[in-house]
């Protein structure tokens, strides 16, 4: 008995040194390199507390982490700015949704984004911001339900949302791109110092007298990031692990939520239809690879080891 407690008492000091290590360097490459903010020191509380808190919650935690690392790799997207590395595509994008989806207006061609922003109504601004606002909770929500539900479609769903974003954020490196927003702003002339802008979703802002919006955008980690649309990509994922785990009528919803985020991405101005399509297309390559590199050994053995850890 002895020295089972002694077993978990050096257990349990490695697992504190090695927290509050991990911890440490993150707190301190983020002040390096895109400064101190209040938010990464609670980042860090938070893990801290559900990790020590009981098992439950440690195993919790530890299985969320794959969101925690999505986060983290975003938020440090700001240390190496995709323009840095490519052009910034904004007339050529632009010129090309028009090429494949121009709306004739009083003898004029627009892009979609530019018919719709003629077509302003109240209702669809409301709609459009509580569409958006879906786009983490929805996931957050299957993955908590998988997670007391199912935990291997719950790691599943998790990983194959990193791997998305991860496939995601290459492309953005790729094909930096500016959102429809911007050249009414800023003309087709590339600006580094560009701020993230609220677009459309402004006036959500605006009518309920908020900052919701606002300060979401005002964190961006790159204004040059519209291509593809992962706010597309999203609510697939979501509507697919829905399916495969056959949820019923809330799949309905789901693809209620998918097709109004989509529609709301064009409305406000934040994206092109081209980069929905990219956002979907990015969606299912993400679903399909995903599902080959799991039936690889080395894979699959790794994914196992983590369920039991989350288990």
């Known amino acids: 008995m002895e020295q089972i407690i002694k077993d978990r008492n050096k257990k349990s000091l490695r697992g504190i040194i090695t927290i509050a290590a991990i911890s440490l360097f993150y707190l301190l490459v983020s002040a390096i390199f895109i400064g101190f903010k209040t938010n990464q020191l609670f980042l860090v509380f938070f893990f801290c507390v559900m990790y020590f808190a009981s098992n439950h919650t440690r195993k919790l935690i530890l299985g969320f982490s794959v969101f925690i690392v999505y986060w983290i790799v975003f938020d440090y997207m700001k240390i190496f700015p995709n323009y840095r590395f490519n052009v910034v595509h904004i007339q050529d994008l632009h010129d090309l949704e028009k090429k494949f989806f121009a709306i004739k207006w009083e003898g004029v061609f627009l892009t979609p984004n530019e018919y719709l922003a003629k077509r302003q109504t109240i209702s669809l601004d409301l709609l459009s911001g509580f569409f958006y606002l879906c786009w983490v909770p929805v996931p957050l929500f299957l993955a908590v339900f998988l997670f007391y539900k199912n935990r291997a479609e719950f790691l599943k769903f998790s990983l194959t949302f990193l791997w998305i974003n991860l496939l995601g954020f290459i492309i953005y490196y790729l094909y930096p791109a500016a959102a429809p927003w911007?050249?009414?702003?800023?003309?087709?002339?590339?600006?580094?110092?560009?701020?993230?802008?609220?677009?459309?979703?402004?006036?959500?802002?605006?009518?309920?007298?908020?900052?919701?919006?606002?300060?979401?955008?005002?964190?961006?980690?790159?204004?040059?990031?519209?291509?593809?649309?992962?706010?597309?990509?999203?609510?697939?994922?979501?509507?697919?692990?829905?399916?495969?785990?056959?949820?019923?009528?809330?799949?309905?919803?789901?693809?209620?939520?998918?097709?109004?985020?989509?529609?709301?991405?064009?409305?406000?101005?934040?994206?092109?239809?081209?980069?929905?399509?990219?956002?979907?297309?990015?969606?299912?390559?993400?679903?399909?690879?995903?599902?080959?590199?799991?039936?690889?050994?080395?894979?699959?053995?790794?994914?196992?080891?983590?369920?039991?850890?989350?288990?």
């Open 182 to 311: 911007y050249i009414p702003l800023h003309g087709s002339v590339f600006d580094a110092a560009t701020p993230g802008n609220t677009a459309g979703l402004g006036r959500f802002d605006l009518y309920f007298n908020v900052h919701i919006f606002h300060d979401l955008y005002a964190q961006s980690s790159n204004v040059f990031a519209a291509m593809p649309s992962l706010h597309a990509a999203y609510p697939l994922l979501v509507l697919y692990y829905g399916v495969r785990n056959k949820l019923g009528w809330i799949n309905i919803l789901f693809a209620v939520i998918m097709l109004g985020i989509w529609f709301a991405a064009v409305y406000t101005g934040h994206h092109y239809i081209l980069d929905v399509l990219a956002g979907i297309l990015c969606c299912l390559v993400g679903i399909v690879s995903f599902n080959r590199i799991i039936k690889y050994k080395p894979m699959a053995k790794m994914l196992e080891d983590y369920l039991q850890v989350i288990r």
